[in-house]
């Protein structure tokens, strides 16, 4: 049996970094279905922060607005719309009425949730995305961090009583510090067991990476 760790660096506002997750998910799936003896192995999958805007405001400001102002009304309608086909053949449903701003907060729900164990920390990592990205929520509200964890299966007073005393920020400011030192400018950056892939790859390049790195412990 082979147990594969996988590091996902990413930032919550990130559009491919959620692609991703969608990919790497349908890849273990397919990994176990397919590949002989996969079906036997496991993985453990952790995220670590990034920010890809560390300008951005604390209080959030519509997305739409802010990505105009920064890559021009025109480029932002269309990379949108390639957004919107991409994530409907992943089955997400993006919408582009969010409120960006400083991903911190959200950051420090997601280290609070990995004492929580892989698994948690997955699924809370998974609400979040999908109450920013599907519907419509402002990254900087706690309101929206709380319920989303709780969604994922932390317990609301924690959450709140861990965002008021900025419980994790240490951990979360040293570990964006170690994904700069690494070399990461953009995100997600996936790490398989010391191997390092940038973007959201294709679900068979991450079976490929699977499947060769089984073979290497054969």
């Keep these: 049996m082979t147990n594969f760790n996988i590091k ?4 919550n506002v990130c559009p491919w970094c959620y692609v ?3 990919r790497l998910d349908k890849a273990i799936a397919l990994y176990q279905k397919t590949v002989p003896a996969g079906k036997d192995d496991t993985f453990t999958v952790t995220w670590s922060p990034f920010y890809l805007d560390p300008t951005s405001p604390k209080q959030g400001v519509p997305l739409r607005e802010r990505m105009a102002q920064r890559f021009g009304p025109g480029r932002f309608d269309a990379m949108s719309a390639r957004l919107a086909q ?6 997400i449903r993006f919408s582009f009425d969010s409120r960006i701003g400083n991903t911190r907060d959200s950051h420090r729900v997601v280290a609070l949730a990995q004492a929580k164990g892989p698994e948690t920390q997955n699924r809370v990592v998974a609400e979040i995305m999908r109450s920013y990205f599907e519907e419509d929520g402002d990254i900087t509200s706690k309101d929206m961090l709380v319920q989303a964890a709780v969604k994922g299966g932390l317990e609301a007073g ?3 009583a861990w965002l008021e005393s ?3 920020g240490a951990q979360v400011d040293r570990e964006v510090q170690e994904a700069y030192a690494l070399g990461v400018s953009g995100v997600p950056h996936f790490v398989v067991d010391g191997q390092q892939l940038g973007g959201a790859q294709d679900v068979e390049a991450f079976v490929e990476v699977f499947a060769n790195i089984k073979e290497k412990r054969a």
């Design 8 to 11: 996902i660096i990413s930032d």
């Design 20 to 22: 991703g997750k969608s």
């Design 166 to 168: 900025d419980g994790g």
């Design 158 to 160: 924690e959450v709140r």
């Design 86 to 91: 991409i994530g409907a053949g992943e089955g």
